[in-house]
């Protein structure tokens, strides 16, 4: 089993940024993948970016390409969401899942999920 804790969510003005953290118990976090979703009210949520098991691997939605960068360090049981150029349209709940051997953008792929952390940018 696996539990996952997401931090570092907040109140942003736009152009500002923020970093994202989840933080994984269990010793096999570093044999999952590992990803970054988001969901805005009345919106479905929407796969934001994901990492490979090694870090070697990611993907990203092409929404956030350029601005967001994901990485991972698997000695901390860690995965960040670093978020530059934030935009309004960018507010959300955030929500870290893992529990997948590779590099999906589907959500039912994911076995575990974080409760999730608010992040609101202001014009």
């Known amino acids: 089993q696996v539990q996952l804790v997401e931090s570092g969510g907040g109140l942003v003005q736009a152009g500002g940024s923020l970093r994202l953290s989840c933080t994984a118990s269990?010793?096999?976090?570093?044999?999952?993948?590992m990803a970054w979703f988001r969901q805005a009210p009345g919106k479905e949520r929407e796969f934001v970016a994901a990492?490979?098991?090694?870090?070697?691997?990611?993907d990203y939605a092409d929404s956030v390409k350029g601005r967001f960068t994901i990485s991972r360090d698997n000695a901390k049981n860690t995965v960040y969401l670093q978020m530059n150029s934030l935009k309004p349209e960018d507010t959300a709940v955030y929500y870290c899942?893992?529990?997948?051997?590779?590099?999906?953008?589907?959500?039912?792929?994911?076995?575990?999920w974080g409760q999730g952390t608010q992040v609101t940018v202001s014009s």
């Open positions: 899942a893992g529990g997948t051997t590779s590099v999906v953008i589907k959500a039912t792929r994911y076995y575990y």
């Open positions: 269990g010793r096999t976090f570093s044999s999952y993948a």
């Open positions: 990492i490979s098991w090694s870090g070697s691997s990611t």
